[in-house]
């Protein structure tokens, strides 16, 4: 879907720099900076300011993106004027003329509501206003209008007319894709809601047996493993955005193999082994320990004899590389196969399948998890987390509240 809107809008604007660039910059001809032909010339141009508005719009339609972009989609048309509205009001007024809002305002109910264009004259007093003509174009998404742009001239034009509707096409398309982007992330706060509904009963169950089973024999090491608790739920339950850093990831991985260790006793080894440079490298947030908690659920629980997890955090040029690799009983490839395709559920705890969908949801299907694994043999699991990713920043490191 991103896909077609992205090739849309591509479409779009060599039209909008055969039309009005082209016409401006051929009349007066300049210095075209060793970019070829007058046309080439056109198009770059259109193509950098279109891309110099894009950013704001990619945040939705708001009094502060509309503000952000109003300037570059006036140079897109070369008008005098131009504004942006949603249904309640004009978000922005960029040019001459702007004693017009309210008018513009009154004549935008019927092209908000049906959802088509319209050109009309502009009434003034004012004799040296420079705008008598307003074209408006709605800004839809899903078929929903959610604004308009209007371009102001000093005269009726049907080049103006086509213009700002291609305008508003790629106005449009930049919209939907911050929708889409909304919808995503929305999506990935409802699987973190889920996760923590998942972690909740299984993990505070578990924690609080072992720590009631010290409070008689051992009280120090019991307010001890309290605190641990305390800090992994603090972490678990924070509300302070979706992504965390690597060092945050891994400091509530400790806390929560304390808790384990105490139930388990010397039954669980484990092994870290941490390249300090990719510690500061943002990762989605819950992420590693859900993966730490399946290696120990199959390492451990049901089986008497011990086990061993080792943790690895490499640096690996643009990507740190994770791996977390248990000697337990391991699965069958089929299953879990079935298991990440959502074909099947997993037995309890939190599913592979889970991290997985949010690592493809991130940062594209290549960085989904790898696990190679089989009856016997024990899991590892391998994550390529890229050190710079568009959207991807730490929420900051937590400490004891």
Sequence with gaps: MSGFLAG???????????????????????????????VEHATFQTLHTASLATPPLRAGLTEETARKSARKLRSLLGTDALCLADHKEVLVWDGVGAHHRAEIMERLAGPLETGRGEAFPLTCDTPDCAVRWAVVAPLTVDDR???????????????????????????SVQLELADLDQS?????????????????????FNSLAVIASFVRTD?????????????????????????????DELHAIDHYLALVRAR??????????????????ALPFLCLQPLVENAVKHGLEGKSD?????????????????????????????LLRRILAREVSPSGGIGLSNVDDRLRQVYGDDHGLVIETAVGAGMKITV?????QPGVHSAGRLGRE
Aim: proline residues 6%; hydrophobic residues 45%; glycine residues 8%.
């Design 8 to 38: 849309l809008a591509v479409a779009v604007l060599p039209l909008l720099a055969a039309g009005f660039w082209l016409g401006r910059r051929t009349a007066r001809p300049q210095h075209l900076g060793g970019l070829g032909t007058p």
């Design 145 to 171: 209008v959610h604004g308009a742009l209007v371009a102001c001239a000093p005269r009726e034009s049907a080049v103006l007319v086509r213009a700002a509707g291609e305008v508003a096409r790629w106005v």
């Design 184 to 204: 995503r992330t929305r999506l990935i706060e409802a699987e973190i809601k889920a996760l923590r509904a998942q972690i909740s009963p299984h993990f505070i």
């Design 219 to 247: 009280p120090e090491r019991a307010r001890e493993l309290l605190l641990e608790f305390a800090d992994f739920t603090r972490y678990s339950f924070r509300r302070h955005g979706d992504f965390t850093t690597l060092a």
């Design 264 to 281: 388990f006793g010397d039954r669980l080894s484990v092994t870290l082994q941490v390249a300090p440079e990719v510690l500061p490298v």
């Design 306 to 334: 011990k086990c061993h997890i080792q943790i690895t955090a490499q640096d690996a040029g643009a990507e740190a590389l994770v791996v977390i690799e248990d000697d337990g009983a391991g699965m069958d490839p089929g």
């Design 384 to 388: 390529r987390l890229p050190k710079y």
